[in-house]
């Protein structure tokens, strides 16, 4: 997948988001410090609180933002195919140490603390849900997806099953998985005539 | 929906796992201590850590065991109907103040520590699944679910949805929204033809 947007951030900003992305990897969410990041990205403290009020904030900006190009829904014309590749991209990304449990402290994170929780869905879930909409929308349009499927839905019934093995049974998301929660969720539970 | 089964606890240990609740209640899980359990049950805290080696352990005990009841799948022949009414009766619960911000709590701490995303697993999720297979089989036999369904991937189905809503996006699980989910879960995303 290409990326064809033009870069949206000045040198200096990104210079800060890596240097947060490098720090969580090598001393855990839990004891990043926007000090640290500063340091590290040679600017001061005060710099990286104009843009990010809060670490939490930082941290989410850098992490999507670094890794945005490959949550896009691919647009083949196959609703499956293009739902499956972008999932295993999803999941490849938590598969590679250490973003599962950096994401998974911050979901964490969010169940004791409000902010953290809006700023979760403001930064990643609602954007992933437009971009989620959109693709199964034109999918509803070219009948691939039944008329009936109530698409405000769309984003529980697809991510759910994987946030449940995620974040509960904390089994791997496997390709695998991901094709037969598909294929399941396409053939729905009741018997086809 | 009677209990019909005979009591499995002394009356000891069914005061410890009250005064668990109770107290649960009054200070939150996080401030939850087996010192004030022991105190407010009147026992030594040695008589609590025989049974229970942990405080997370004591308390999903707790709330599982004098909750039990409401989680039991009705076998009414209606696979659909017993579905709704055992999934409104688990949200019921967590709307109850103050089991949802309780278990919310512990999610989060099975995101960072492994004993209680174990004992989550264990004492709740695991018991859950059981009896949800067992009437989902008894619902296939019957022809009332699909015999393409994978009835491994049932749990994550089925829960998923209510969790993502539940933890990521925090929004109310209403009886509503289940009843929605259930629909389109049963349906598929796929045309009927």
């Not at 670094?66 to 999803?90: F, K, S």
């Amino acid at each position: 997948m290409t990326d064809h947007r033009a870069p949206r951030y000045d040198k200096r900003t990104e210079t800060i988001m890596r240097a947060t992305l490098d720090l969580a990897r090598e001393v855990g969410y839990a004891k990043l410090s926007i000090e640290a990041v500063a340091a590290r990205a040679g600017v001061g403290k005060h710099t990286i609180y104009r843009r990010w009020p809060s670490k939490g904030l930082l941290f989410h900006d850098s992490l999507l933002t670094l890794n945005e190009p490959v949550l896009d829904y691919p647009d083949t014309g196959d609703i499956m195919a293009d739902l499956r590749r972008q999932i295993h991209g999803t999941v490849d990304l938590l598969g590679t140490p250490p973003w599962g449990p950096l994401y998974q402290a911050l979901v964490g994170e969010a169940q004791h603390d409000p902010a953290v929780a809006a700023s979760l869905n403001e930064r990643f879930i609602r954007p992933q849900e437009e971009k989620t909409l959109a693709r199964l929308k034109a999918a509803q349009e070219q009948g691939q997806i039944s008329p009936d499927f109530d698409l405000d839905l769309a984003m529980a019934i697809l991510s759910g099953p994987l946030y449940f093995r995620f974040l509960i049974t904390q089994e791997p998301v496997t390709h695998d998985y991901i094709d037969r929660i598909l294929q399941a969720l396409f053939d729905g539970m009741e018997p086809r005539p």
